[in-house]
């Protein structure tokens, strides 16, 4: 009897022992103490950050070095650098780059990733950084699309995932998923879709590097828009956010986010 109880015991220490360790291996998983995910991220002196690598001027390559810039890109580099570790930027599609964000491929996203309800349901969000406007960009000729409800029956193009896809579907429209905001503007351009949603921000840069007469906004969203970093859900992330948070302020006090804006979108729209 004894003897059987001595393996028993074993056998629930055994346990015991290997789910401890299972709950420290994973990189999202909650834990406590110095191995949360801020922690773990200056252990290994990077943060790696999800982003497209195709929106202009939030985040994209210079035409000239092939390097990777923008707003978000610069903005994420400077967080990093307030947490002490290097940005590691990894260049996704944008709703691949949120699903990474959950399962702990990725340790946040900085790619104009708005504030909404129903992802508050699967982020906790850090402070916004910056706030713009959504819009409906057509054909300069086109007389049939001067609102959002306009869109009912129309078609669209966006970023699979983007809040400006789910506006479109919302709106009634028909929306076909492209991977550049290059590519959404083509497609009003030839007649392919009749409109685009998309940032303001976004659209009056195109307009203005590309000098295009031939499209015009005929819509915005009188809603601000909140521009955030997404984390995954958990206490894991809870010192993480407040990091990031104390960075964004800073940042926002001693004027860097100010200036950032203002290289990239000639005013500045880290304040609401």
Known sequence: ?????????????????????????GGSTESAGSNDHLARIKAAGKITIATEG?????????ETTDELVGFDVEIAAAIAKKLGVEPDFQEVAFDGGLTGVTTGTFDMMANGVDVTDDRKETYDFTHPYAY?????????????????????????????????????IEHGATCSNVDTIGETMTL????????????NTSAQDYFKT?????????????????????????????????????????????????????KYFGADITSN
């Open 132 to 168: 713009d406007h959504a819009v409906v960009v057509t054909l300069a000729s086109n007389n049939d699309i001067n609102s959002f409800d306009d869109l009912a029956g129309k078609t669209t193009a966006n970023s699979a995932g983007s809040t400006y896809e789910a506006m479109g």
């Open 188 to 199: 009003v351009l030839n007649g392919t879709v009749d409109a685009t949603i998309n940032a």
């Open 54 to 62: 195709v929106w202009a001027p939030f985040t994209y390559h210079d």
């Open 210 to 262: 590309t000098g295009t007469t031939e499209l015009k906004v005929a819509a915005m969203d009188d809603e601000v828009t909140m521009y955030a970093i997404p984390l995954a859900k958990g206490a894991d992330n809870d010192s993480l956010r407040e990091a990031i948070n104390q960075a964004i302020s800073e940042l926002r006090e001693d004027g860097t986010l100010a200036e950032i804006s203002n």
């Open 1 to 25: 009897m004894r003897k059987k109880l001595s393996m028993l015991l074993m056998t629930v220490l055994t346990a015991v022992t290997v789910a401890g360790c299972g709950a420290q291996a």
